[in-house]
């Protein structure tokens, strides 16, 4: 009789031990669901930081550790407590999952954006100043391009017009031999 007992008393005791009687109390000071949105960005987007970001930011005296919850003001049992609290109340949590989730899908759109901007600045950046960089005709003749002297290049060759071949003096004809 004792041997039936006791797999039912522990099933009964299993049941009793996990089941939290309507979950957490709610928190004397619990976090706000915005607040608790804007939590868990900062501290996804801490947590994704390359080690070359995390390095930097250590040199200028932020730790990772206590950073978001200093910004925002709270510990981490006041966290601890809220978090419980809000994934007890799944409804709640998923509201700020949801939230979190289209908001971080916003941001890495508008840096996608930032980014395209920023390359085709550059591009323009190298295509200036290539265009700036000194012309070299056929005779490797540097000259400079812009609207006066292709205004004066454009008068030579007028002047020039008919003329196959230059004379050479004779002065130029024995310099070269």
Do not use: W
């Amino acid at each position: 009789m004792i041997k039936r007992f006791i797999p039912y008393l522990s099933f009964v005791l299993l049941v009793v031990a996990c089941n939290n009687f309507g979950g957490p109390k709610k928190p004397n000071n619990l976090i706000s669901k915005k607040m608790m949105v804007n939590i868990l960005i900062d501290a996804r987007l801490m947590g994704s930081a390359t080690h070359a970001y995390k390095q930097k930011m250590q040199e200028r005296g932020i730790e990772f550790d206590s950073y978001v919850f200093e910004k925002y003001g709270i510990d981490s049992l006041q966290f601890a407590l809220s978090n419980s609290y809000y994934a007890y109340h799944i409804k709640d949590y998923e509201e700020i999952y949801n939230t979190i989730s289209d908001s971080l899908e916003k941001l890495k759109t508008v840096l996608n954006e930032r980014k395209l901007e920023e390359e085709e600045k550059q591009k323009k950046r190298v295509e200036d100043s290539i265009n700036a960089l000194k012309v070299k005709d056929s005779l490797d003749i540097s000259i400079k391009k812009d609207t006066l002297t292709e205004d004066l290049l454009k008068k030579k060759i007028k002047e020039e017009e008919g003329v196959l071949i230059n004379p050479v003096s004779h002065k130029n004809r024995r310099s070269r031999k």
